[in-house]
Structure formats: structure tokens, C-alpha cells
């Protein structure tokens, strides 16, 4: 089983940056992708960026050039770093590791709202 837990969100202003964080505990050694999701009020929640074991990245379209994933492994962290934000960029942000069996684990989610 792994846990995960975020932080980082908040309020910013449009054309702001924030940072979040995911820390990982539990069986970390099986896990083999993690990224982050979110969802936004009324929505269905959708993917955003993803990192594999290799350091492999993928992005949404609507994030590409904008947002970073990356992957601390000793600290047992993934981190997204959010530039250039948009009002539509409002939503919770999930923290989502896969495993190399193929389960998944969720965060509790952090909360993103970007002013227009």
C-alpha cells in the first residue's frame, strides 16, 4: 500500500506560480509511475502530467510549456511546478502513483484557485 500526501496549493493570481508536492510512504519500491490529476467543479477529473520509474514525462496539451513534473526518488517526491497560470487552471490537484502490479493510490488533494 502507499500514501500519499500533497501540498501546495492556494490562491494566485492569473500569470502566477505555484509549486505542489507529493510525498510518498508504504511499499515505495513498487511504485513505477506517479503523477498528478485534477478536477475542476462540475468536471470529470483529467489528467495533467505523469513521470515513470525512467523519468519518462507526459503532459496534457492544455499544461505543455506551462507546467513541469519532476521526481525526487531519495526524498520519495513528486513535485509540479505551475507557471504562467490561468483562471482555468482552478481546480483540486490529486497526487496519483501506480504501482508496478497496477494498482493505483490517490492524495487527498490540494486546492488550486487562480484569479483572474
Known amino acids: 500500500q502507499v500514501q500519499l500526501v500533497e501540498s501546495g496549493g492556494g490562491l494566485v493570481q492569473g500569470g502566477g506560480s505555484l509549486r505542489l508536492s507529493c510525498v510518498a510512504s508504504?511499499?515505495?519500491?513498487?511504485?513505477?509511475?506517479m503523477g498528478w490529476y485534477r478536477q475542476a467543479p462540475g468536471k470529470q477529473r483529467e489528467l495533467v502530467a505523469t513521470?515513470?520509474?525512467?523519468?519518462?514525462?507526459n503532459y496534457a496539451d492544455s499544461v505543455k510549456g506551462r507546467f513541469t513534473i519532476s521526481r525526487d526518488n531519495p526524498k520519495k517526491t513528486v513535485y509540479l511546478q505551475m507557471n504562467s497560470l490561468k483562471p482555468e487552471d482552478t481546480a483540486v490537484y490529486y497526487c496519483?502513483?501506480?504501482?508496478?502490479?497496477?494498482?493505483?493510490?490517490w492524495g487527498q488533494g490540494t486546492q488550486v484557485i487562480v484569479s483572474s
Open positions: 513521470i515513470n520509474a525512467g523519468g519518462r514525462t
Open positions: 508504504g511499499i515505495i519500491f513498487s511504485i513505477n509511475a
Open positions: 496519483n502513483a501506480v504501482a508496478y502490479t497496477g494498482t493505483g493510490s
